[in-house]
């Protein structure tokens, strides 16, 4: 049985297991999430990390996150030093303090998600160099919730995501409009996970 260290330990906490194997099971994951927008699929390569970072997304930062990449976490992330002492350990990221220079942001609950404007947005030139963002949320679904078109999806799909902020909608149509420029948002709870890359749109009255 998997020991994971105690809260006083010190010690740093695992990563994937077999890394050559399970990083490249989790890159399919994401990749699929993102080029099937609004599908929620579950995440085989979950991980066990620091509080407050929920498995699926520790999954995302371990496929995702490297030497050359920036992190941006959320205020309660940013409390918790054994998850930096995690993400600079098994990563090598850079953890930064402005979420503009942010190649990917970490949030803590879908509750509370800031607004996108306030990330990297790219360039029309450059659309690569923008801030992806991984949002812990407690439930996903695809029987309810709003309805998104764009491509990767044949006609329409709903998404169902909660909690969520009152103004997430709001921003995700900003967003889109935006496009090339934009942010990728992945959702993730504790064993699933759903993508909303910018070129997915609200479908016409939701």
């Not at 099937?36 to 999954?59: F, Y």
């Not at 909690?163 to 900003?174: A, E, H, I, N, Q």
Request: charged share 20%; net charge negative.
């Amino acid at each position: 049985m998997r020991q994971d260290p105690s809260p006083d330990s010190g010690a740093i906490w695992p990563g994937f297991s077999a890394p050559a194997l399970q990083s490249q099971s989790a890159f399919r994951t994401v990749m699929l999430a993102l080029s099937e927008p609004g599908k929620v699929r579950e995440a085989t390569e979950r991980v066990n990390a620091p509080d407050p970072l929920n498995p699926v997304a520790a999954m995302v930062l371990l496929t995702l996150c490297d030497v050359d990449t920036s992190v941006w976490l959320d205020a309660e992330m940013r409390a918790h030093r054994e998850l930096s002492d995690f993400i600079r350990f098994h990563t090598g990221s850079t953890i930064v303090e402005s979420p503009s220079r942010a190649q990917f942001a970490f949030v803590s609950s879908s509750r509370r998600v800031p607004d996108l404007k306030n990330f990297a947005q790219g360039s029309d030139s450059y659309p690569d160099r923008s801030t992806t963002l991984i949002v812990q949320t407690e439930a996903l679904t695809n029987d309810a919730g709003t309805l998104l078109q764009g491509p990767g999806i044949e006609t329409s799909i709903r998404l169902g995501i909660a909690p969520l902020s009152d103004t997430f909608w709001d921003c995700v149509r900003s967003n889109h409009r935006q496009f090339p420029r934009g942010v990728d948002v992945i959702f993730c709870t504790n064993t699933h996970l759903a993508g909303l890359p910018r070129s997915t749109r609200l479908a016409s009255g939701a």
